[in-house]
Each structure stands twice: as structure tokens, then as C-alpha cells.
């Protein structure tokens, strides 16, 4: 396979109706590199199997959500020049769903909630496939899970690297040069087989990691909007899109707050030094975003990102003054529960970090066992309603007057935190969630209008 190929990965808002997913189609086949398309959940799908897989539900509660999903797949196969050659395999995925979404022990096996969330995006790539084909290219559609290998950790599972590197060039390579191949992003299986999911928003991921396996040139990822931008266009209209990011930048926006990328897609991406496109499928012919190992200009501030929901732990003993295997105790039951620390600080007895803590998710459920077992070997203090506030660009350790900017500009606001990444691409401070939005748009103003 020559190093041209391109894989392409559309989100649920390019995948929500006919209309989006015909210009999703028409963005592929204007590229003969592309002969991959990774796919989301057609947009709302996936909400309504988040609610299904999560919530002590009635018989007739259950029936109206899953009412909800059909109406929003049969209005795309209705518009199909030829709904007979997928009508049947559509409602096969849907009678699946059911018995997933009825099965009685749904709401307390995570193996069960995995088989349930998968089918959003199995039923989209099986349409997909379907539109590129009306256009007159022969598509077909391809079950990831014959190459996605993971552990069996459901929910949230971790790749494995070297098997689906050997998987993908021995079943998903020889079919690329027949035909443009449709599946599924965010989906995966274990070692036997079973069902399992890479994690919200976790169909990037799976793009970056087939560009991976099979040697692509570039991933492009097409969302809702035209690239990465210097901070949300939902916070201030003076944000302005990127037309390049380096990995390293690219790799801290999507970490502490980017939603337009998933952190993990820059890891495949840096590994195979693949360059990743981001724009919008509404708008292609806009441009948008190219992230790649090095850019031409690598300016002191290059975005402001904001990640919400964080909450604030402070651990603190006496013990700690000179004590040596404190602190390894304390990373050691917070990886226990496979959470990840965004920020930290030390004194000389207490240490204070962020975790990540979004209402009703995994992480809120694992945050309380972690704060329990820590109260066991020190004194535990959890501050909630914080957001994170992230200044991403180069050498910002080294260049003279970047910080006093910054700080300049947020004079006004509590820092209830203050941290220097480890590296020379971000300055990072916690602020109560209710003065976040006004943050950003201050920074945005003094270091970039």
C-alpha cells in the first residue's frame, strides 16, 4: 500500500442525516487517497444509548427511547435510492439493541453496556457505506472489531498495539484496494471476541490508530468545525481558526480541554509521524487545521483551552516533612483506580491535585473510592465547582514576559491553583467554574486580539 493512503473519520454531526452523511461522501470521493472512513454514532444516537445502558428505565420508558434512535436511522434509510440492500441488516442492528437494552442486567455489567453503546456506530457505517455507494463507488462495510484489538477492561479499554497492527494488514489491508472500506470509530473486542468500548469520543482515537497499522500518510478528521481554533468559538466570536498546530501543542489542547480532538489520537499520529488534518464537513472547502510534527512558525501562545468539572484534592500529614514513600502511596491508590492526575502542586506537608470529575460518569464513581482510601493514610480535603484554565504555545518557560502577560491579564481573578506544564508548551490555573468563561475571554483578548 503506498504511503498516500488517508483515513478518514466523520463525527456524529457530519453522520447525522442524509444530507450530511451525502457530504461526507462526496468529501471522500474527491480524495482517491482515502480508502478508510471511520465513523461516530449518527448525532443524539449516542445519548440515547448512554440513557439505555445507565439508567434503571421502564418496559415502556425503554421502548420510547429506543423509538427515539429508530426514527433517527429509518429517516436515513428512507431517503436511500435503494433501502431494500441494507434495510434488512439495519433492522437486524436495531432488534439487537432491544434485547441489549431489555436485558435485565444492562445497568450493572459493563460488558453489557459495551454491546449496547457499539451500535450507534455500526448501524452509521453500515449506511455510510450504503451513500458512497449510490454515488458510484463500491464501498463496503467493515466490522472493526476483526482488527480493534483490546484488553477487556469495558468501558474504557486500552488498545493493543502490535495485535492490531498484525490484524489490520492481514484482514483489513487486501480490502482496500477493491473497495473504500466503512467502519465503525470507538468500538473494539477482546481477546474472545466480546464487545468493547475505547471511551467517549474515542472514534478519533480509533482513526489515528488505523492510520497507524496500516502505514497511512495522513488522518483527517472531520467534525463541525473548521479546524482547531485559539480557544472555543462558543466562549468569544474573536476566536480565530489554526491553520497549524505541532504535535506537542496539539497533544496539550486536547488534554486540558480541546473537544475538538481526542488526547489520544496525537499518540499514533506522532508515533508513524502522520499528519492529521481537522475541518468541517459542512464546509470543506473552507480548509482547516494541519497538525504535524513541526510548523514553520511557533509563536509563545497559541490557544486557550478550558476543561471543566474538575475537582480539587488537597492530601496533607504532618508525616509528610521528610517522610520518604508518601507521596508514592498516594499515586499509587489513585492509579488503583485507573484515574489520572491533570494537575499538581506540593508543599512541604500537604500536596494538591486535580482530578477530572464530570457529573454521573465513571471518573465521579472511581473519585469517591480513590478519597476514601486516601482519608485512610492522611487528611483529605475535596474542593468541587472548578475549571481548568489552559494557555497552550512554545517555550514559555524561556521566553521573556510571557508569563507576566498572562498574569497581567488575569489580575482580577482568584488563581485557586498555578501550574507550569512539565514541558514548554502550556501555563495552566484553576478558577472557580463560574468565573472560567470570563477568564478565557480576558486571556483571549490581551494575548491574541
Request: hydrophobic share 45%; net charge negative.
Amino acid at each position: 500500500m503506498p504511503s498516500t493512503l488517508n483515513v478518514a473519520k466523520f463525527g456524529g454531526t457530519s453522520v447525522a442525516n442524509y444530507l450530511t452523511i451525502q457530504n461526507c461522501a462526496d468529501i471522500v470521493i474527491k480524495n482517491e487517497n482515502t480508502k478508510v472512513v471511520v465513523v461516530s454514532a449518527a448525532a443524539g444516537v449516542t445519548n440515547y444509548l448512554v440513557l439505555l445502558a445507565n439508567t434503571a428505565l421502564t418496559s415502556e420508558q425503554i421502548a420510547e427511547v429506543i423509538e427515539k434512535i429508530r426514527i433517527i436511522e429509518l429517516a436515513i434509510l428512507n431517503e436511500l435510492k435503494k433501502p431494500s440492500d441494507v434495510e434488512d441488516k439495519l433492522f437486524a442492528l436495531l432488534d439487537e439493541l432491544e434485547e441489549y437494552a431489555r436485558h435485565e442486567e444492562i445497568n450493572f455489567r459493563d460488558d453489557l453496556k459495551d454491546a449496547l453503546l457499539s451500535m450507534g456506530e455500526r448501524m452509521s457505517s453500515l449506511l455510510v457505506a450504503a451513500i458512497i455507494r449510490e454515488k458510484g463507488c463500491h464501498a463496503i462495510n467493515f466490522d472493526v472489531r476483526k482488527v480493534l484489538r483490546t484488553d477487556d477492561r469495558y468501558t474504557q479499554a486500552t488498545p493493543e498495539l502490535e495485535t492490531i497492527g498484525k490484524l489490520a494488514q492481514q484482514l483489513l489491508l487486501p480490502e482496500l484496494d477493491k473497495a473504500i472500506v466503512v467502519t465503525q470509530g470507538f468500538v473494539g473486542a477482546d481477546a474472545n471476541g466480546k464487545t468493547t468500548t475505547l471511551g467517549r469520543g474515542g472514534s478519533d482515537f480509533t482513526a489515528a490508530l488505523l492510520a497507524e497499522a496500516l502505514n497511512a500518510s495522513t488522518c483527517e478528521i472531520w467534525t463541525d468545525v473548521i479546524g482547531v481554533y485559539t480557544t472555543d468559538p462558543r466562549i468569544t466570536d474573536k476566536a480565530k481558526p489554526l491553520p497549524e498546530l505541532s504535535f506537542e501543542e496539539a497533544a496539550e489542547m486536547a488534554t486540558f480541554g480541546a473537544k475538538v480532538l481526542h488526547p489520544a489520537t496525537m499518540e499514533p499520529a506522532l508515533r508513524r509521524d502522520i499528519k492529521v488534518f481537522v475541518g468541517s464537513s459542512k464546509e470543506p472547502e473552507k480548509g482547516g487545521t494541519w497538525i504535524r510534527r513541526n510548523c514553520e512558525h511557533e509563536p509563545p501562545f497559541r490557544a486557550i483551552t478550558r476543561r471543566k468539572d474538575q475537582v480539587l484534592v488537597t492530601v496533607k500529614t504532618p508525616k509528610m516533612m521528610y517522610a520518604q514513600g508518601f507521596l508514592a502511596r498516594v499515586f499509587e491508590i489513585i492509579a488503583k483506580q485507573d484515574l489520572s492526575v491533570d494537575l499538581i502542586t506540593t508543599s512541604e506537608i500537604a500536596v494538591s491535585f486535580t482530578l477530572d470529575n464530570p457529573p454521573n460518569s465513571i471518573s465521579e464513581k472511581m473519585n469517591k473510592d480513590t478519597l476514601k482510601a486516601l482519608s485512610e493514610i492522611c487528611e483529605v480535603k475535596v474542593e468541587h465547582d472548578f475549571d481548568a484554565v489552559t494557555v497552550v504555545g512554545n517555550n514559555m518557560h524561556s521566553a521573556a514576559g510571557v508569563s507576566s502577560k498572562i498574569f497581567a491579564a488575569v489580575s482580577n481573578f482568584n488563581l485557586r491553583m498555578i501550574c507550569f506544564g512539565a514541558n514548554v508548551h502550556n501555563l495552566s490555573f484553576v478558577v472557580q467554574d463560574k468565573d472560567s468563561e470570563e477568564v478565557v475571554k480576558v486571556l483571549h483578548a490581551a494575548l491574541f486580539e
